[in-house]
């Protein structure tokens, strides 16, 4: 149970998760959990490569796939916070200022 | 015993990762997320990488869950502010259908691989002072990167949050 493709299918189905839910969902904190997600399950994938091959390069890479993940969140929520502070609301579909004007 | 807890994990892991996917109150959906990175720790164990299931657990239960869960009860959101989703089901149906041929695709590659021991390494392997000495000697270039990569998030950090006092003093 515990092989290569198992562990390659838990990877693969969070990785899924993420990217259904950061399409579908439109709750902004959602789809940067969502994010999240895809991140951990990319992360599982590399260490998972990591022991087959009995190579520590792979822990490395999701060491520093972990750290951009703390740098993103630190962005990602003071924007939020911004964001809810002029609009309140967490609905994607309003955030549209850059949204060019069709006329 | 091995498989068993790998199922339990991976179990907890889906399950948390498809909580998340449903709910609509975020507060749930921080708690399955959580839920999901804590099993995920524990895959990381399975797989003799302790370092990794250290830092899983300090960095993203321990940090980034809990800056999630703090800015979702500082914001305190209420029922009414929060997005109405008449189609979620109808576009997680649609995700699920258009996502399935993809994992198909990549497990059938990984199936093909050739088999090999993924049993848990005793020593050696994974700990912090392998992966130290590999960090620092072979990826010792992409570490100080990061670590630039921080600093440039925590100024910009500051930056977003000093901007709205100044807004603040401008429209009073």
């Not at chain 1, 693969?12 to 904190?29: E, Y």
């Not at chain 1, 911004?82 to 309140?88: G, I, Q, S, V, Y």
């Not at chain 2, 000495?133 to 000093?162: C, H, N, Q, R």
Request: hydrophobic residues 60%; charged residues 15%; negative net charge.
């Amino acid at each position: 149970m515990a092989s290569l493709t198992g562990y390659a299918t838990v990877s693969m189905i969070l990785f899924s998760l993420g990217a259904i839910g950061v399409v579908s969902r439109r709750n902004v904190f959602v789809i940067y959990m969502s994010i999240e997600l895809m991140l951990n399950g990319i992360n599982l994938f590399l260490v998972t490569f990591a022991r087959y091959h009995f190579n520590m390069d792979g822990q490395i890479i999701s060491i520093m796939v972990i750290a951009i993940a703390a740098a993103e969140a630190a962005i990602f929520l003071s924007v939020i916070i911004l964001l809810f502070k002029t609009k309140k609301s967490l609905d994607t579909d309003i955030f549209t200022e850059l949204k060019q004007e069709v006329e | 015993m091995t498989d068993l807890v790998f199922l339990a994990l991976s179990f907890f892991a889906v399950a948390g990762g498809v909580t998340m996917l449903l709910h609509n109150n975020p507060i749930y959906c921080a708690l399955g997320l959580l839920i999901t990175v804590l099993s995920i720790a524990g895959l990381f164990a399975l797989l003799s990488a302790t370092f990794m299931f250290m830092v899983q657990i300090i960095v993203y239960a321990g940090a980034i869950m809990t800056i999630i869960l703090f800015i979702l009860m500082f914001l305190n959101i209420k029922e009414e502010d929060l997005p109405k989703e008449p189609k979620k089901n109808i576009l997680i149906t649609m995700g699920v259908i258009l996502m399935i041929p993809i994992n198909l695709l990549v497990l059938e590659g990984v199936a093909r691989l050739p088999d090999a021991d993924m049993s848990i390494v005793e020593e050696g392997f994974g700990g912090i002072k392998e992966l130290g000495m590999k960090l620092y000697t072979d990826w010792l270039l992409p570490f100080e990167l990061i670590s630039i990569l921080l600093l440039v998030a925590l100024i910009g950090a500051v930056v977003l949050a000093k901007r709205r006092v100044k807004k603040e003093l401008n429209n009073g």
